[in-house]
């Protein structure tokens, strides 16, 4: 409990960040709501998902940071700039895991049933919907911190495969932790059944901005215990910074 009472204090702390992640989610969700269905508004969504991209690295860079405690902290446009392609590529991958889980339920589906695919995957993504986002929460738990290290420590890292391997061999913290994806998953899959299908189409209402307000601030807590967890794990790893590099800077290494 020790590891979750730091993790709520270190956010706390930094509140402001809750509010950036909150923000630019609800931006995200905002630039869906005008895209709607018109190919013209595709590159205002791909640039609302970059810009989530960007202060997602800040801001994990940040709380990266704080576990760390490093001399010499970084600010957080320096974070945004270092970790934008190694958490843009990680949240890719993630991404794709995830899609690939949904098109072989809709096939399972479609198969079973014997209806259009298009039908099965709709109702697939809507029921299943809690689930495929809780898959990725878990697989970002710790592969995002082991990402950051690797970065920071200017070395190559499977980070999924490595977060993966913390689960197993750190179980009572990762028992701990995944009470929050959980909480997060809870939340929002109410107010996802509660609005009803179709409702990503409309824009986000006062609801749904508590909820990101709630889901940011226990996924930011996750991450901060993730990270306590993951440096603790990694302290003795031989593989340390290139010799006259700046431990902390996210940056590539000269």
């Known amino acids: 409990m020790t590891l979750l009472r730091e993790s709520f204090s270190a956010v706390n702390a930094r509140f402001h960040l809750v509010g950036i992640y909150t923000l630019v989610a609800l931006l995200v969700r905002f630039a869906g709501h005008w895209t709607g269905d018109d190919p013209s508004?595709?590159?205002?969504?791909?640039?609302?998902?970059?810009?989530?991209?960007?202060?997602?690295?800040?801001?994990?860079?940040?709380?990266?940071?704080?576990?760390?405690?490093?001399?010499?902290p970084l600010s957080f446009l320096q974070w945004m700039a270092g970790l934008f392609l190694p958490v843009f590529?990680?949240?890719?991958?993630?991404?794709?895991?995830?899609?690939?889980?949904?098109?072989?339920?809709?096939?399972?589906?479609?198969?079973?049933?014997?209806?259009?695919?298009?039908?099965s995957f709709q109702r697939v993504l809507y029921w299943?919907?809690?689930?495929?986002?809780?898959?990725?929460?878990?697989l970002a738990l710790?592969?995002?911190?082991?990402?950051?290290?690797?970065?920071?420590r200017r070395t190559w890292r499977p980070a999924i495969r490595q977060g993966l391997a913390v689960f197993r061999a750190r179980p009572s913290e990762s028992g701990l932790l995944l009470l929050l994806p959980l909480a997060v998953t809870a939340i929002e899959s109410t107010l996802h059944f509660a609005l009803g299908p179709g409702s990503e189409k409309a824009p986000?209402?006062?609801?749904?901005?508590?909820?990101?307000?709630?889901?940011?601030?226990?996924?930011?807590?996750?991450?901060?215990?993730?990270?306590?967890v993951v440096l603790a794990s990694f302290a003795g790893d031989p593989r340390e910074v290139a010799a006259g590099a700046d431990p902390t800077a996210p940056g590539p290494a000269a």
């Open 128 to 138: 299943g919907l809690p689930f495929f986002d809780l898959t990725a929460q878990v």
């Open 89 to 119: 590529w990680l949240l890719f991958k993630i991404g794709l895991l995830q899609a690939l889980l949904i098109a072989v339920v809709s096939t399972a589906h479609q198969a079973l049933t014997g209806g259009a695919l298009p039908e």
């Open 204 to 228: 986000p209402g006062y609801a749904e901005g508590l909820v990101s307000l709630a889901g940011a601030y226990l996924t930011l807590v996750a991450f901060f215990g993730a990270t306590r």
């Open 142 to 152: 710790y592969s995002l911190p082991v990402c950051i290290l690797a970065r920071v």
């Open 41 to 72: 508004g595709l590159p205002l969504m791909l640039g609302a998902m970059l810009l989530s991209v960007a202060a997602d690295g800040g801001i994990f860079g940040v709380l990266f940071q704080a576990a760390m405690g490093p001399k010499e």
